[in-house]
């Protein structure tokens, strides 16, 4: 009930997404460098951030069903998104589940930390192992 789930907005409340927001800001892809309530008007700069897995489950840690179950609505968030765009995949389950929405099997794009992939639809698909260990 704090953090992500008062804000509405993912990774605002919790050390990554400190480090992620003062980022944003830092490389202007926001005008603040935090998020701390849906009233706070940080408005992002050509740049969108998002869950791969909707809800919250026990100990923030998806299943392989609720990342199927939630996968529809990242695919249009995906079809959304400009030609060219750059998708950033912060962890291994963000990372396949971009993979599952192009239809695409693990092997052909493995995870790895700063790893970059040619999507099928020409946008890149970036992959990290999260914002504190960059």
Sequence with gaps: MHGANATGRPFSGDASGVLLYQTL?????????KSESMGDNLSLINCRIT???KCLPPQNKPTAAEVNQCNHFLAE???????????MALGSIAH????KVYGLKLSAAKFGH???????????????NGLLEA
């Design 77 to 87: 968030e995906i079809s959304s998104l400009p030609e060219q765009a750059v998708i």
């Design 114 to 128: 700063n790893k970059s992939y040619q999507l099928p639809d020409g946008k890149i698909l970036l992959s990290v």
């Design 25 to 33: 800001f830092d490389f202007g892809f926001s005008n603040q460098n």
């Design 51 to 53: 869950n791969a897995v």
């Design 96 to 99: 396949q589940a971009v993979l």
